[in-house]
């Protein structure tokens, strides 16, 4: 019963690994482009008195 809860005699799988992997790092991406675009809109939000002064220098790309 236990090696069917754990996996594989040999350990855990190394795709699911690499797949865990992965996913973190994803999550880490995801996590720092949120602080990215939280800090540009808080840039924004505190310039809004100023519309003609503000340049959106950094564009996201169109989604296809």
Known sequence: MAKA???HVGGP???M???MRRLQQ????LEAELAR???ENDALSTGAGHEED????D???ALA
Do not use: I, K, M
């Open 26 to 29: 994803r999550v880490r991406d």
């Open 54 to 57: 503000v340049l959106v220098l």
């Open 17 to 19: 690994v690499s797949e």
């Open 37 to 39: 675009l939280q800090a």
């Open 5 to 7: 809860l754990f996996g």
């Open 13 to 15: 799988d190394p795709r």
């Open 59 to 61: 564009r996201e790309p």
